[in-house]
């Protein structure tokens, strides 16, 4: 079936400089996507979300990207800190009320 | 922001017991809740989804009888394990959503079944 996936399982980052986190997607019925961040033990938790009819949209220190011609999309972080070490998921939904498709997960790690 | 909890945080049991674990929203009535289970290094994947005073709707290759699903308010859904085994060892996460369509999501159980 139909299903979001990730391109990198792992991703090493020097403290303070950019990462960039990549998933593809497969369903084209998709009405929006999300990024979790999942640290070690916990839930994961909300970084951003973006609509089908969106681009881009910015918040504090990440920005997502979304391709509908290629079918891609990416999470920004900005001067990445330590904190920000944790497995992102990106997700997808077919609609607002509607059930959520997790993507394989990348780790992110954090170099000093 | 809403707050969804879960209890127990992780539980140790026996093989053939039964493991009920609680998700509860703490500051919102959710209407829909959603059960995931999360294999080590792996992503969620959805079990079931429960609406208050319904029957769940389990995702295909979840076995309904084994894993039962209450929602019997609006503030409570409980996940019931029956008959746990090894395999059944895992991390089991519970979203909520209210009216609006944001999902929150829980801490997470870590079911360790010997």
């Known amino acids: 079936g139909e299903s979001v996936g990730l391109h990198l399982p792992t991703l090493s980052v020097q403290e303070g400089d950019n990462s960039i986190i990549n998933c593809a997607y497969s369903?084209?019925?998709?009405?929006?996507f999300i990024w979790y961040k999942q640290e070690s033990g916990k839930g994961p938790q909300f970084i951003i979300d973006i609509r089908s009819n969106m681009d881009k949209r910015q918040g504090q220190r990440v920005t997502v990207l979304l391709n509908k011609t290629v079918k891609h999309l990416s999470l920004q972080i900005a001067a990445t800190q330590p904190g920000d070490s944790a497995v992102y998921f990106c997700?997808?939904?077919?609609?607002?009320?509607?059930?959520?498709?997790f993507g394989k997960g990348t780790r992110l790690h954090i170099l000093p | 922001g809403a707050v969804v909890s879960q209890h127990p945080s992780w539980v140790i049991c026996k093989s053939g017991t039964s493991v009920k674990i609680e998700c509860r929203s703490l500051d919102f009535q959710a209407t829909t809740m959603f059960w995931y289970r999360q294999f080590p290094k792996q992503s969620l994947m959805l079990m079931a989804t429960?609406?208050?005073?319904?029957?769940?709707?389990?995702e295909q290759g979840v076995e309904k009888d084994k894993f039962l699903i209450n929602h019997a308010s609006l503030t409570l859904s409980t996940l019931t394990v029956t008959s746990a085994h090894p395999e059944d060892s895992s991390f089991y996460i519970c979203s909520a959503r209210a009216n609006t369509d944001t999902q929150y999501f829980g801490p997470g159980t870590r079911l360790t079944v010997l």
């Open positions: 369903n084209s019925a998709s009405d929006y």
């Open positions: 429960s609406n208050e005073g319904s029957k769940a709707t389990y």
């Open positions: 997700a997808e939904v077919q609609n607002r009320d509607d059930k959520i498709i």
